[in-house]
Structures are given as structure tokens and as C-alpha cells.
T-cell receptor, first 113, second 114 residues
Framework: DVKVTQSSRYLVKRTGEKVFLECVQDMDHENMFWYRQDPGLGLRLIYFSYDVKMKEKGDIPEGYSVSREKKERFSLILESASTNQTSMYLC????????????FGPGTRLTVT | AQSVAQPEDQVNVAEGNPLTVKCTYSVSGNPYLFWYVQYPNRGLQFLLKYITGDNLVKGSYGFEAEFNKSQTSFHLKKPSALVSDSALYFCAVRDGAAGNKLTFGGGTRVLVKP
């Protein structure tokens, strides 16, 4: 089974702090994704990566950056956390050429106070 | 651009009754369609997908979905709902010719009452 893990299940940070969310997958997937989930809005794509050191903006990249130095690891960075970034953050990965179903981590619920 | 609509925020159904969760989509090219389920405090779990072929797709936990090209719909169904099916369900679509980016609907909460 594919396993996608995220570094924290719950995180509380203060406004202005730099926040790192880590995601690791163990199935050699090329593509990795970061989403945020808010009630009524579904999942919205923040950033994605097609391969190591490659990144592309999703639908809501403002206030976020990402890093992918190794194939298995995809990090989401909040440069200066704000209260409107309080949300559930979900990481996913997929293997190219398999139809595109994504495998999700358990999520990190981030609260910015 | 691709988009997904789930017109119902919540669906209530009695245990043992049929369950339907609606989804309509819009893509420029050929649609790849997916259903996911999310249990409380968990990530999303893949249920089923339609890529090509038979319009009726069977997936995990007894769920199935029917692709209807003319109505641009991909409704999720289960003949007999269980209390344990209570969860949040997401429909997603991607354009088959446009990479692996998925666009998700807003989600439908299913409540199955005993």
C-alpha cells in the first residue's frame, strides 16, 4: 500500500511565524501536491511538483512556497503565517501514467493565532 | 478550465436504503473522474475512478458510479447504505490531456441514520 505521511497532525503557530509542513511518500511517485481544505470549499490546490526540484503554482499559491529536494519529500512553507491560513492541509502523491488517482496523507490541522 | 459541482451539501438516508451522491463536471477534453471519501480526522481515501470503457464503475466498500457523458455527470451510488458510510464525499475531475491536476467539488456530507 502507498503510504503518505505528514509531519504533524495538529499545529498551533503565532501570526508572523515561519511554518514548515513536511510530507513524505514511500512509493517513488513523481507527482506530489499540497492542498488546503476548508468547509464548503472542498480542496484547493496550493502547489504541485512534477519531479525533484520542479514546482508549479496551483490555484491559491499566495503566501506559500514549496521545496522538493528529494523525490519522496515535498515541503510546504508559510513564510509569515496569518490567521487566514488556519486550515487543514493535505498532501498527496501520484504515479505518472496510472490514471491519476492521488494518495493522501492524514492531514495537518494548522491553527494560526 | 475544469470544474466540479456537488449540488448537495448534505444527504440524509436511512440505513438499508439506496444512497446517491451527485456530481457534475466540466472539462475541455476527455474527463478522468474520481470519488474520494473522508472519515473524521482522516485524509481522503480513493473509492473509484472512470477513465474510459464501461460507464458503470465499481469501487471499494460496495460503491459504484455511473458516467453519463451527455449529462456530464458522475453520480456515486450504493444500493444499501450502512451507518459506517457516514462521511464526507468528494468528486474530482481532471482533463485527460492536461496532466495530473485534480479539481475537487465542495464535498457532500452523508449521514446514514440507523
Amino acid at each position: 500500500d502507498v503510504k503518505v505521511t505528514q509531519s504533524s497532525r495538529y499545529l498551533v503557530k503565532r501570526t508572523g511565524e515561519k511554518v514548515f509542513l513536511e510530507c513524505v511518500q514511500d512509493m517513488d511517485h513523481e507527482n506530489m501536491f499540497w492542498y488546503r481544505q476548508d468547509p464548503g470549499l472542498g480542496l484547493r490546490l496550493i502547489y504541485f511538483s512534477y519531479d525533484v526540484k520542479m514546482k508549479e503554482k496551483g490555484d491559491i499559491p499566495e503566501g506559500y512556497s514549496v521545496s522538493r529536494e528529494k523525490k519522496e519529500r515535498f515541503s510546504l512553507i508559510l513564510e509569515s503565517a496569518s490567521t487566514n491560513q488556519t486550515s487543514m492541509y493535505l498532501c498527496a502523491s501520484t504515479l505518472v501514467g496510472t490514471g491519476g488517482e492521488q494518495y493522501f496523507g492524514p492531514g495537518t490541522r494548522l491553527t494560526v493565532t | 478550465a475544469q470544474s466540479v459541482a456537488q449540488p448537495e451539501d448534505q444527504v440524509n438516508v436511512a440505513e438499508g436504503n439506496p444512497l446517491t451522491v451527485k456530481c457534475t463536471y466540466s472539462v475541455s477534453g476527455n474527463p478522468y473522474l474520481f470519488w474520494y471519501v473522508q472519515y473524521p480526522n482522516r485524509g481522503l481515501q480513493f473509492l473509484l475512478k472512470y477513465i474510459t470503457g464501461d460507464n458503470l464503475v465499481k469501487g471499494s466498500y460496495g460503491f459504484e458510479a455511473e458516467f453519463n457523458k451527455s449529462q456530464t455527470s458522475f453520480h456515486l451510488k450504493k444500493p444499501s447504505a450502512l451507518v459506517s458510510d457516514s462521511a464526507l464525499y468528494f468528486c474530482a475531475v481532471r482533463d485527460g490531456a492536461a496532466g495530473n491536476k485534480l479539481t475537487f467539488g465542495g464535498g457532500t456530507r452523508v449521514l446514514v441514520k440507523p
